[in-house]
Antibody, heavy 118, light 107 residues
Framework: EVQLVESGGGLVQPGRSLKLSCVAS????????MNWIRQAPGKGLEWVAY????????YYAETVKGRFTISRDNAKNTLYLQMTSLRSEDTALYYC???????????WGPGTMVTVSS | NIVMTQSPKSMSISVGDRVTMNCKAS??????IAWYQQKPGQSPKLLIY???NRYNGVPDRFTGSGYGTDFTLTINSVQAEDAAFYYC?????????FGAGTKLELK
């Protein structure tokens, strides 16, 4: 059974950093591109970042480019999102999701909540 | 960047009705659209990819159509469990932009 479990969320002050993790199981992690998508409270979905299976291709949304870094460790079946210079508008539930093809996502984790507030 | 505009924002439908919701891209995206269903408190679920391909296990009452800039998700004979938010998404080329969603409520 495919499982994705995010962790690392919490309350953080504006301007500070936070690193999210997503542990994958039930499939060959190294064969799939992975993504982070976020959802602010009561709002819609926003794609954040993509990393290809071998980390050769990385894309970011304009709203996080230069502040967030996506990475992965295929030996540990783990996806990461390093977030720096956090802003209140980064407050959201952060999902990791498996890439099923070019830019669409077939399995999602339950999400980890990030709250940016002083 | 391409903007995805969904309409209506919400709709209230009776069980057994047929419902159609729309997604309009600000530029030609060919057939590069996906649709997701999200129920309260749950993660989104993939329904349709490349505009009209039903994902594994998705009931055949869900149908996607369209090409270019105008796309439609149709649910035939809506069931109570279909009450949810529905999101379209531009796929294939980054950024993988989502629409703002359509809320489907059951009367």
């Amino acid at each position: 059974e495919v499982q994705l479990v995010e962790s690392g969320g919490g309350l953080v002050q504006p301007g500070r950093s936070l690193k999210l993790s997503c542990v994958a199981s039930g499939f060959t992690f190294s064969n799939y591109g992975m993504n982070w998508i976020r959802q602010a409270p009561g709002k819609g979905l926003e794609w954040v970042a993509y990393i290809s299976s071998g980390s050769s291709y990385i894309y970011y949304a304009e709203t996080v480019k230069g502040r967030f870094t996506i990475s992965r460790d295929n030996a540990k079946n783990t996806l990461y999102l390093q977030m720096t210079s956090l802003r209140s508008e980064d407050t959201a539930l952060y999902y990791c999701a498996r890439g099923a093809g070019m830019g669409y996502f077939d399995f999602w984790g339950p999400g980890t909540m990030v709250t940016v507030s002083s | 960047n391409i903007v995805m505009t969904q309409s209506p924002k919400s709709m209230s439908i009776s069980v057994g009705d047929r419902v159609t919701m729309n997604c309009k891209a600000s530029q030609n995206v060919y057939n590069n659209i996906a649709w997701y269903q999200q129920k309260p408190g749950q993660s989104p679920k993939l329904l349709i990819y490349y505009a009209s391909n039903r994902y594994n296990g998705v009931p055949d009452r869900f149908t996607g159509s369209g090409y270019g800039t105008d796309f439609t998700l149709t649910i035939n004979s809506v069931q109570a469990e279909d009450a949810a938010f529905y999101y379209c998404q531009r796929i294939y080329n980054s950024p993988y932009t989502f629409g703002a969603g359509t809320k489907l409520e059951l009367k």
